[in-house]
């Protein structure tokens, strides 16, 4: 997949992609140049999708609000808002 083309994608579309990246290198019978390019593509497809998340969790962390008032609180999975 060339580079600027993945800049294009939504968050789902990226992952999507790398794990069919993940499934095609996991069969094992490329030639070792496929094989690196593929993987080099996928640690693109997971920095980009790790970037995003992460700009995900700062919206969540400006956007909670404690009463009138918006106040950062940063992100926890295992916690309830209150």
């Known amino acids: 997949m060339p580079e600027e ?3 294009t ?3 789902e579309a990226r992952l999507d992609e790398l794990e ?3 499934k095609e290198l996991e069969r094992g019978d490329l ?3 496929q094989s690196l390019s593929l993987f080099e593509a996928g640690m693109r497809l997971s920095a980009d999708c790790k970037r995003q998340l992460e700009e995900a969790e700062t919206r ?3 956007l909670t609000k404690k009463g009138s008032e918006i ?3 940063p992100f ?3 916690k ?3």
Request: charged residues 30%; negative net charge.
């Open 9 to 11: 994608l939504s968050f």
């Open 71 to 73: 106040i950062a609180v």
């Open 80 to 82: 309830p808002l209150k």
């Open 5 to 7: 083309r993945t800049e």
């Open 31 to 33: 030639p070792l140049e």
């Open 20 to 22: 069919r990246i993940v």
């Open 60 to 62: 969540v962390e400006i």
């Open 76 to 78: 926890n999975p295992d």
